[in-house]
């Protein structure tokens, strides 16, 4: 019997799930690595996490190969689907991972310095401990492939875009399935105009029309848009200009716009939205304020790219968990059809709104669709 291994790399983390490989794959076992670096933890679901030591993605492979043994037993791993943040123009579909492909994805590095080191790095790793089975990669920007023109362009000199300096969008594995999703239980909204919002400590939102991308808050690189954990989001460029003219460096500059901003800039207390919704400080409703006030921004040019709004989809791990966030984003939006069920939303429900367009809380799972990818390379 074949397995299908999935590893979905962070900078300080790596999710992970076994599943048998099929036409739909079904999920054997999974868990995830976490705190990447000096003392290490990996947890599989339904147990408690232990510490594995020092590692780094390539520790953490062999750890999760370990620790997956026992599921293993009679089976083969004969693929590894990753999660590559940027396809760049290049990649649109899942493919196998060469060492042609791979150098190709390397040079995307500074399109996506927080996040393309770690899932190549993934891919070397499980190179080593699985020799013998396929690389799959699955990209994020795939989903967005096709926008129209004025979606993906900047405006500046032709040969930019030539060259590949445009807005590609990101979160595409957690839109597909979301979409998925959509086309099964909910096939008349699955035709119709659709935001999806995936808020987490990365946080976009997808204008979708019969299923397919039409724009994103994302564009060129994974800091533009809503602010997120410790990212920036949209930015004018002038203010740039000016850290640079101030003696700030290239690093510093870019240190700071993934790792220093977003939550955690505005607050200073953390990039975790539950902590902040639990803290009396006043910076703390700034930072909140500030992000709700993003996505109702959004929500209106998400609106203006579909000519109209038939529903709206909530994600991610503040989407699906943070009923406070959904109610505050969704509050005096009748003019777009959105207002919400107080009580369906206090108790997370799949369906919670009450007005004319939908309102869906769907918990997203970016692993099965790079599953999916992986059986159907090794079925062709």
């Known amino acids: 019997m074949s397995a299908v291994l999935t590893l979905n790399a962070g900078s300080s983390s790596l999710k992970f799930a076994l599943y048998r490989a ?35 993605h390539v520790v953490a492979v062999r750890a999760i190969f370990t620790a997956l043994e026992g599921a293993l037993k009679g089976q083969q791993v004969e693929g590894v689907g990753h999660r590559i943040v940027h396809g760049g123009k290049a990649f649109g579909a899942p493919v196998e991972l060469t060492e042609e492909v791979l150098a190709q994805l390397e040079a995307l590095i500074p399109l996506a310095p927080l996040h393309q080191p770690n899932n190549l790095a993934a891919v070397r790793a499980a190179q080593a401990a699985f020799p013998d089975a396929r ?66 400590n990365g946080a976009s939102m997808c204008a979708v029309a019969q299923g397919r991308s039409r724009g994103s808050t994302m564009g060129f690189s994974a800091l533009d848009g809503l602010p997120m954990g410790t990212r920036c989001g949209q930015l004018d460029p002038g203010v740039l200009l000016y850290l640079m003219a101030q003696g700030m460096t290239h690093a510093q500059i870019e240190h700071m716009l993934y790792s220093e901003s977003g939550l955690m800039g505005l607050s200073q207390i953390s990039n975790d939205m539950r902590m902040l919704l639990q803290s009396e400080d006043p910076r703390a409703a700034e930072a909140i304020d500030y992000y709700v006030f993003r996505i109702r921004r959004e929500m209106g040019a998400m609106a203006a790219v579909l000519n109209g709004l038939d529903g709206v989809v909530f994600t991610g791990g503040i989407g699906e968990n943070a009923a406070p966030i959904r109610a505050r984003v969704v509050e005096g939006m009748d003019f777009l059809g959105l207002r919400l069920d107080a009580d369906a939303n206090a108790a997370s429900a799949v369906s919670v709104g009450a007005g004319a367009a939908k309102i869906l809380v769907i918990k997203t799972d970016e692993e099965r669709v790079i599953a999916r990818a992986v059986a159907a390379a090794l079925a062709a």
Do not use: M
């Open 135 to 200: 690389q799959i990669g699955c990209f994020d920007t795939a989903f967005h492939r096709g926008h129209p023109f004025v979606n993906d362009a900047f405006a500046l000199p032709r040969r930019f875009y030539d060259q590949g300096v445009r807005r590609y969008g990101f979160h595409g594995l957690s839109y597909d399935y979301i979409a998925g999703v959509l086309k099964r239980d909910w096939p008349e909204l699955a035709q119709g105009r659709v935001v999806i919002c995936h808020l987490g």
């Open 22 to 56: 099929a036409s739909e794959p079904e999920v054997l076992r999974s868990g995830q690595v976490e705190n990447i670096g000096p003392v290490a933890r990996l947890s599989l679901r339904g147990g408690a996490p232990r510490e594995i030591g020092p590692a780094d």
